[in-house]
């Protein structure tokens, strides 16, 4: 059977990374919403592509 993991409200653990693809903006944001107000921001001052990325907690502890 397949498992497809979706993300969910109940793990607020997930982050994410605003990168741009058109300079070297990089942004870390907790949660989705912020992630796209940071992206749709950069976007809008430079016309940039932006991705947001998510991160798994695993991968904080740099
Ligand atoms: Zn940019």
Known sequence: MLTNREPTETDG???F?????GCSFEHA???RDEAM???TD???ET????V???VPPALRRA
């Not at 016309?47 to 932006?50: A, G, I, L, N």
């Open 13 to 15: 653990l997930k982050q």
């Open 29 to 31: 944001a907790d949660d």
């Open 17 to 21: 990374l605003v990168q741009c693809e």
């Open 52 to 54: 947001a990325l998510e």
């Open 47 to 50: 016309r940039h592509e932006v």
């Open 42 to 44: 950069h976007q809008r």
């Open 37 to 39: 107000a940071i992206g």
